[in-house]
């Protein structure tokens, strides 16, 4: 599929698979739950455990950061480019929906800018879901043909390549730098 197509699945509260800086990811419009309730479903996670929300730009996540508790140390943190991807536990903002953040008051956001997410979050003016793309006890997709054998052949899924990253994000906390997943 081609990016109009993706954006337009998306504008339409559907599920996609779409290339990131190491594997293929899932997303979903983060602010219609029955697109997540469907990514829950279709990739067997728990809702407590809370998303990932990528975006190209800043101020697209800024609707879900709880913007109070950051000072600018962190904000040069979220916004500085890394030689491999990070994704930032930031607290969130009171009105980011559980179904989001799951069992925490905390979101994990991540700028990304691999062109794929720069492309599908300019056209649909929203961030995005991101977990990887696989069914439970699979490896994650590192291309779309990949997501379409797990997923069925008529899976949106976004025909670009994956970047250059070779594991998935590194998972730090905003205040402590706790590492929660290696990258």
């Not at 599920?15 to 029955?34: I, K």
């Not at 607290?91 to 991540?110: C, E, H, M, W, Y």
């Amino acid at each position: 599929m081609k990016v109009a197509q993706i954006v337009e699945q998306l504008k339409q509260q559907q599920v996609v698979a779409y290339p990131t800086e190491a594997v293929f990811g899932l997303g979903c419009d983060p602010r219609s739950e029955s697109a997540v309730k469907k990514l829950l479903i279709l990739k067997q996670r728990p809702v407590e455990k809370g998303l990932i929300l990528v975006a190209h730009k800043l101020e697209l996540l800024l609707p879900f950061i709880n913007t109070q508790q950051l000072h600018d140390q962190h904000w040069d943190l979220i916004t500085a480019h890394y030689d491999r991807p990070i994704t930032w536990v930031v607290p969130a903002n009171q009105d980011t929906p559980k179904f989001i953040t799951g069992q925490f008051s905390s979101l994990a956001v991540r700028l990304c800018t691999h062109p794929a997410v720069a492309q599908i979050c300019e056209q649909t003016g929203f961030a995005i879901t991101s977990t990887s793309a696989n069914l439970s006890g699979h490896p994650p997709c590192k291309t779309a043909q990949e997501v379409r054998s797990q997923f069925g052949k008529f899976f949106p899924a976004l025909d670009m390549p994956v970047g250059n990253a070779i594991n998935p994000s590194e998972i730090r906390d905003i205040f402590t730098q706790q590492i929660f997943r290696q990258g």
